[in-house]
């Protein structure tokens, strides 16, 4: 991530448990921690020394604070009183913790996934066509009208680095499969518009904006939009719902995949790609429950794992590999279901 996109963060917090979380929280989710420290271990000069955009303050000790006092002191300082204790990071109660916390970040200091967008120029100059995997015979053979809704419709959900696997994954992906996408990432507004030709340039899937009123077809992904929730009238059809994502983020990839596993049940899946925080930690086990599937970016291949990561600390994905292998593992999939198994693939044990 760009360091003039990367909001520096300093820490004072006076357990080593809530150091260490937040710790985990701010970097994993696109900021610098430039300063994490107990505040009875600093002194007033320590303040000078250090350049941060925001000083986060999560004290368990009711005592005053010589430090804090002296921070807040200053009026060019911005300071934000943390959440109190943080849950266990797997407990049902640490992604609204989490959400509070960088909605007032967000506001405070701006959002990390501002660095997405610019990276889409990278993208867009690329000449290479990578080769594409070969549509199976049964999958060839099967009758598929070009265009009709889809029976099953997965979401690609990305944040930092998602651009770059998501193009990765259509890339290698043959079109003529019974399968449509919905494309939730975090992203600027502005750039909205150039994500669909930035990821879909070079393979045989239509990448296109959401149309209120139509369903998913097969042979297509359908951009989440920025501005409003998206969600699926009872036939299918995709509906623009009149307000905005739960915050912080836009689109919600939680919100995403609460809407798609309601109204398509064990005919939905999730693949989260590169990405910073816990987006989508909230929504999978209720993916789980409705039949759906929850797929995961290997770490090593990702730009920032964090997102793909708890998903998997907290036993939901059930396969993980690269944006390759992940293509690969949908056709299997899809083949499957058709009917005659193909080459299967290893479970998560990562």
Known sequence: MSDVLCARIAVLADTSLQRHVLQQALTGSGYQVVLNNDPARLEPADLDSTEADLWLVDLAQTEDSPLVDALL????????FGEGRAPERHSEFYPRWERSLFSKLKRLVGDPSRAVGPRLDVLQGEGQ??????????????????GEPAGQVWLLAASLGGPEAVKAFLDALPGGLPVGFIYAQHIEASFESALSQAVGRHSQWQVRQVSAGEPVRCGEVVIAP????LGFHSDGTTRLNGRCWPEPYSPSIDQMMLNLAQQFGERCGVIAFSGMGSDGSAAAAYVLRQGGRVWTQRADSCA??????????????????????????????????VGTPTTSFNRDNS
């Not at 002191?73 to 934000?80: A, C, K, P």
């Not at 015979?137 to 070009?146: C, G, H, I, N, V």
């Not at 997102?307 to 083949?335: F, I, K, T």
């Open 129 to 146: 066509r990578p080769e594409r995997l070969t549509l199976p015979p049964l999958l060839a053979d099967t009758a598929l009208l070009a």
């Open 304 to 337: 920032c794992s964090s997102m793909p990561d708890n998903l998997r600390e907290g036993g939901y994905s059930s396969y993980s590999g690269d944006p390759r292998e992940l293509a690969q593992a949908l056709v299997n999939h899809l083949v499957n279901q």
């Open 73 to 80: 002191e200053r009026d060019t300082t911005r300071v934000l």
């Open 226 to 229: 920025i501005a409003e929730e």
